[in-house]
């Protein structure tokens, strides 16, 4: 396994930062990154004690620092220590500026300042977790999103995913015996979703819930007539009132959520388009 040190400066929280390497590193496999974390760096001094580490660890340094006294010195002190550096957004805002004719802005922490987003993204958190299976029904016509589906759908997941990117996310399992309240077939604004997934893996999906519960792997909630009875009753629901339907069998979270998004923005933007 190849081992890196990851040295990540930012003049802000740095979560932008560590997304990108993140993401980065997944591209790779087998690889261990070691990640130096070094929010708020505004300073010379600070700047100063950072490089002792780095030179202690040598290995790659992503940054992203608005101030350009600070990042020449940052360049400088890793050029001397033959280490590599990346200015992580670089790219993108130069081609940005290219098409938009202007200058990026160099106030620190203007790339993820805590800002109206931050705080949407915050309340949407805050807002999932407390709507989470069936919980709160009575509140939805304020989510963005309310996902259906039977029990081990991936229900709780994709909301708590899809808070994340600052959408207010209700969820609901669907169970024939307990039909859901009527207010669910009359929301206005939230987007119904409904999920589903194949016989097989749910029933694979409930298992190794159970297993883990130390209780019997064989029980009517693994039955393959009454699985199949169970999405069947889903599907006309999906069906009948034309909510889109995204399969969970192959799909990631993040692909699903990402799909999930993709109907959403298409939804926001016909209706603008209708307007």
Same mark, same amino acid.
């Given at each position: !396994?190849?081992?890196i040190?990851?040295?990540?400066?930012?003049?802000?929280? #740095?979560?932008?930062?560590?997304?990108?390497?993140?993401?980065?590193?997944? +591209?790779?496999e087998?690889?261990?990154?070691?990640?130096?974390?070094?929010? !708020?760096?505004?300073?010379?001094?600070?700047?100063?004690?950072?490089?002792?580490?780095?030179a202690?660890?040598? #290995?790659?340094?992503?940054?992203t620092?608005?101030?350009?006294?600070?990042?020449r010195r940052?360049?400088?002190?890793?050029?001397?220590? @033959?280490?590599?550096?990346?200015?992580?957004?670089?790219?993108?805002?130069?081609?940005?500026?290219?098409?938009?004719?202007?200058?990026?802005?160099?106030?620190?922490?203007?790339?993820?300042?805590?800002?109206?987003?931050?705080?949407?993204?915050?309340?949407?958190?805050?807002f999932?977790?407390?709507?989470?299976?069936?919980? @709160?029904? =009575?509140?939805?016509?304020?989510?963005?999103?309310?996902?259906?589906?039977?029990s081990?759908?991936?229900?709780?997941?994709?909301?708590?995913?899809?808070?994340?990117?600052?959408?207010?996310?209700?969820?609901?399992?669907?169970?024939? =015996?307990?039909?859901?309240?009527?207010?669910?077939?009359t929301?206005?604004?939230?987007m119904?979703? #409904?999920?589903?997934?194949?016989?097989?893996?749910l029933i694979?999906?409930?298992?190794?819930?159970?297993?883990s519960?130390?209780?019997?792997?064989?029980?009517?909630?693994?039955?393959?007539?009454?699985?199949?009875?169970? +999405?069947?009753?889903?599907?006309? !629901?999906?069906?009948?009132? #034309?909510?889109?339907?995204?399969? !969970?069998?192959?799909?990631?979270?993040?692909?699903?959520?990402?799909?999930?998004?993709n109907?959403?923005?298409?939804?926001v933007?016909? =209706?603008?388009? @209708?307007?």
């Amino acid at each position: !396994m190849a081992r890196i040190h990851l040295h990540l400066l930012s003049d802000s929280t #740095g979560e932008t930062l560590e997304n990108i390497a993140k993401a980065a590193i997944g +591209l790779f496999e087998n690889v261990e990154a070691i990640r130096h974390f070094w929010p !708020m760096v505004r300073s010379d001094v600070h700047l100063d004690r950072i490089m002792e580490d780095i030179a202690a660890n040598p #290995g790659l340094v992503l940054f992203t620092l608005t101030n350009h006294m600070l990042r020449r010195r940052l360049e400088t002190r890793c050029r001397a220590l @033959g280490l590599p550096h990346v200015a992580a957004l670089d790219s993108v805002a130069d081609a940005l500026s290219n098409i938009l004719g202007q200058e990026t802005r160099t106030r620190p922490g203007r790339k993820h300042i805590l800002d109206e987003a931050y705080f949407a993204r915050i309340e949407a958190i805050q807002f999932t977790i407390a709507h989470d299976d069936g919980v @709160g029904h =009575e509140n939805w016509e304020e989510a963005d999103i309310v996902l259906a589906g039977v029990s081990r759908a991936s229900k709780t997941p994709t909301s708590i995913y899809l808070a994340n990117r600052g959408y207010k996310t209700a969820n609901i399992p669907l169970v024939p =015996e307990s039909p859901p309240p009527r207010s669910l077939y009359t929301l206005r604004h939230p987007m119904v979703v #409904g999920l589903t997934v194949s016989p097989e893996r749910l029933i694979q999906i409930r298992r190794n819930r159970l297993l883990s519960l130390n209780q019997a792997p064989e029980t009517a909630y693994v039955d393959i007539d009454k699985v199949q009875d169970e +999405l069947a009753f889903a599907r006309r !629901m999906f069906a009948d009132h #034309g909510w889109p339907v995204i399969d !969970m069998t192959r799909r990631s979270i993040e692909e699903a959520a990402a799909a999930i998004i993709n109907l959403f923005n298409d939804r926001v933007l016909a =209706e603008g388009d @209708g307007a």
